[in-house]
């Protein structure tokens, strides 16, 4: 029973019965949530408790010594060791989805970094053709324009020549 059930039991407020049970000592055995678990024997010790409370007696000279609750430390020992193995386990677990998680990410994060660079080298490796097929365009037609290029005599060269002669 929790602590809840045994004031209701009592006729008395949850935090009198755990003033009292620190009072009077009680071992008690605590669940998984720490809270306390109350036997019927407990019970008893409180119930004897209230009376003499309410018979007059001043805390302090109530001298009954109660029963104390009594833990098998192997077992207990055993169920915490469980319990937390169980939540390293758990642990160990979400660690290794979040490193997945994360390394997942930087994979899509690299290829889209690499996508985005083949793309910028298809755009250069076009724009390189065209100024490749531009370059040589203007080659064929500087050419052209060479061979149009009508020869001019040197008649100057000449008359000058055949004037000294």
Request: net charge positive; charged share 30%.
């Given at each position: 029973?929790?602590?809840?059930?045994?004031?209701?039991?009592?006729?008395?407020?949850?935090?009198?019965?755990?003033?009292?049970?620190?009072?009077?000592?009680?071992?008690?055995?605590?669940?998984?949530?720490?809270?306390?678990?109350?036997?019927?024997?407990?019970?008893?010790?409180?119930?004897?408790?209230?009376?003499?409370?309410?018979?007059?007696?001043?805390?302090?000279?109530?001298?009954?010594?109660?029963?104390?609750?009594?833990?098998?430390a192997?077992?207990?020992?055993?169920?915490?060791?469980?319990?937390?193995?169980?939540?390293?386990?758990?642990?160990?677990?979400?660690?290794?989805?979040?490193?997945?998680?994360?390394?997942?990410?930087?994979?899509?994060?690299?290829?889209?970094?690499?996508?985005?660079?083949?793309?910028?080298?298809?755009?250069?490796?076009?724009?390189?053709?065209?100024?490749?097929?531009?370059?040589?365009?203007?080659?064929?037609?500087?050419?052209?324009?060479?061979?149009?290029?009508?020869k001019?005599?040197?008649t100057?060269?000449?008359?000058?020549?055949?004037?000294?002669?």
């Amino acid at each position: 029973m929790n602590t809840n059930v045994v004031a209701k039991i009592l006729g008395v407020s949850t935090s009198t019965v755990k003033r009292w049970v620190k009072q009077l000592g009680l071992q008690l055995e605590k669940n998984e949530f720490g809270h306390f678990m109350y036997t019927k024997n407990d019970i008893k010790v409180l119930k004897g408790f209230k009376e003499k409370v309410q018979a007059g007696s001043v805390l302090q000279d109530v001298s009954d010594e109660p029963r104390k609750g009594v833990i098998n430390a192997s077992t207990s020992s055993n169920y915490l060791l469980e319990k937390l193995m169980l939540k390293v386990e758990l642990l160990e677990t979400s660690l290794r989805g979040k490193a997945d998680d994360v390394v997942t990410y930087q994979l899509l994060q690299q290829r889209r970094e690499i996508e985005e660079l083949e793309s910028q080298i298809k755009l250069l490796t076009e724009k390189l053709k065209k100024l490749e097929a531009k370059q040589a365009t203007q080659a064929v037609s500087e050419e052209k324009l060479v061979v149009n290029i009508p020869k001019q005599k040197n008649t100057k060269k000449k008359n000058i020549i055949s004037m000294f002669f």
